[in-house]
């Protein structure tokens, strides 16, 4: 993958991630329907940010996928540069890991907000 095109995805990434932070923010600022267990935004809002979430991840992995094997180009050690970008990208895998398993797994504790 060309150094500028790493850099546009990486701009890509973090605009998406800003977009979807946003719209959760937005989401949020509607109250939460006790009985039917689902807020009450409009639905345009919810797929927004489901779709912001989905092309965020794949772009996470189309990333990773491209970045890891340039690992193994080195022959002695990392340099501090490739050592912060390795921490960032494992960092933000295992929050996406944790929070996909909160939101699936934990959904029950939802009423208890």
């Given at each position: 993958m060309d150094i500028?095109?790493?850099?546009?995805l990486g701009l890509v990434f973090l605009a998406i991630g800003f977009a979807a932070v946003f719209?959760?923010?937005r989401i949020w600022g509607y109250p939460f329907d006790e009985v039917r267990q689902e807020s009450s935004a409009p639905r345009a809002l919810v797929l927004s940010h489901r779709l912001a979430g989905l092309l965020f991840?794949?772009?996470y992995l189309y990333m990773?996928?491209?970045m890891v094997p340039r690992l193994f180009i080195y022959q002695v050690e990392f340099p501090a540069r490739t050592v912060a970008h390795m921490l960032l990208g494992v960092s933000i895998g295992f929050?996406?890991?944790?929070k996909l398993v909160i939101i699936r797994?934990?959904?029950?504790?939802s009423a208890m907000l």
């Open positions: 500028s095109i790493s850099a546009i719209l959760m923010f991840v794949l772009l990773m996928y491209h929050l996406l890991l944790i797994a934990c959904s029950h504790f």
